[in-house]
Structures are given as structure tokens and as C-alpha cells.
């Protein structure tokens, strides 16, 4: 198999967040397909496997951004569904909180 940024991504899904981030992806199919494509290429193909910082750590750091993002927008009364999916990604990976500390 190829190892495209597509692949690595899908890789990277799967060991994070198993199933649940299939799912989110294949949910997205019939209404965003580019979407879909564009969180497993860019998110986990290009951000999550760079070298450098834990998954747990890219994980905060994920949330937090996203969660920023929220208020401002929301302080602007925007609409932001579209992060909706990263976000669950994101508050589901591993499923567990990503706030506790590791055992």
C-alpha cells in the first residue's frame, strides 16, 4: 500500500480513536467528503505524526485551540459547526479525558 498522507492519517485515526473516528470520517462522506479527507490528511497525516510532542500532548493542545476558537467566534455570534467533527475527534481520542492525568 502507498504511504500517502491519506494512509499515514488513517493510521494515526485508528490507533488514536479506533472506530469512533472512522465513523465521524464515513458520517461526513455523503454531506463534507473533502472535509473528511482534508482532517485525516491534514490533521493526521501532516500534524499528528510529526515528531516532537506526545499524542496526548497534541491532543490539549488540539482541544484548547479548538475550544478558543469557540469563544471568539461565539463572541462574534458566528457559526462554527464546521469544527464539530475535529472537536470530537479531538474530546474522544482514546476515549478517555485528556485532561487526567496518565496512569
Same mark, same amino acid.
Given at each position: *500500500?502507498?504511504?500517502?498522507r491519506?494512509?499515514?492519517? *488513517?493510521e494515526?485515526?485508528k490507533?488514536?480513536?479506533?472506530k469512533?473516528g472512522?465513523?465521524?470520517i464515513?458520517?461526513?462522506?455523503?454531506?463534507?467528503?473533502d472535509?473528511?479527507?482534508?482532517?485525516v490528511e491534514?490533521?493526521f497525516?501532516?500534524i499528528y505524526?510529526?515528531?516532537?510532542l506526545?499524542t496526548?500532548?497534541?491532543e *490539549?493542545?488540539?482541544?484548547s485551540?479548538l475550544l478558543?476558537?469557540?469563544?471568539?467566534?461565539?463572541?462574534?455570534?458566528?457559526d462554527?459547526t464546521?469544527?464539530f467533527p475535529?472537536?470530537?475527534?479531538?474530546s474522544?481520542?482514546?476515549n478517555?479525558?485528556?485532561?487526567?492525568p496518565p496512569?
Open positions: *500500500m502507498e504511504n500517502t491519506f494512509t499515514q492519517g *488513517m494515526q485515526l490507533a488514536i480513536d479506533g469512533g472512522e465513523n465521524v464515513k458520517s461526513l462522506e455523503d454531506i463534507a467528503p472535509l473528511g479527507k482534508f482532517i491534514f490533521a497525516g501532516d505524526t510529526r515528531e516532537g506526545t496526548e500532548e497534541r *490539549m493542545i488540539t482541544l485551540s478558543t476558537i469557540f469563544i471568539l467566534f461565539r463572541l462574534r455570534k458566528k462554527i464546521i469544527l475535529l472537536y470530537y475527534l479531538s474522544k481520542a482514546s478517555r479525558d485528556i485532561f487526567s496512569a
